[in-house]
């Protein structure tokens, strides 16, 4: 649980769809698992086939769901290869900036902090 957050705050985060392609009833039915919990999802950058897609489920289900909340990987990470290693998994550069996002995006959607 992030810093500064209430003990009774139940948060998730999850970071899956780098190694194939999300389906639809998966994240239907997380959310669903998941309910009464504040659910924050990592969209993917990865050069593959099924990046487009699984960016798009994420982002349909961040607009369906009051409770569920994008984290834009993609467009911070876009424009940094030095941020990974083989075009897919994170530099300690790249841990440290998607860290750094993941916080802050949990931080200011909480109304904890602005930056």
């Known amino acids: 649980m992030a810093a500064g957050l209430p003990a009774s705050k139940k948060l998730v985060l999850i970071g899956l769809g ?3 392609y999300l389906e639809k009833s998966t994240i ?4 669903k ?4 919990r504040e659910i924050y999802w990592i969209n993917n950058n990865v050069d593959r086939d099924w990046e487009e897609s699984n960016n798009e489920l994420i982002a349909e289900a961040a607009k369906k769901y009051k409770n569920v909340h ?4 993609k467009n911070a990470s876009m424009d940094h290869d030095e941020w990974f290693a083989d075009g897919i998994h994170p530099t300690e550069d790249g ?3 998607m860290t750094t996002l993941v916080a802050r995006t949990i931080l200011v959607d909480e109304g904890l902090k602005k930056f």
């Open 28 to 31: 239907t039915q997380t959310v």
């Open 33 to 36: 698992e998941l309910k009464g």
């Open 70 to 73: 994008m984290i834009d990987w």
């Open 18 to 20: 780098t190694n194939g």
């Open 95 to 97: 841990i440290k900036a």
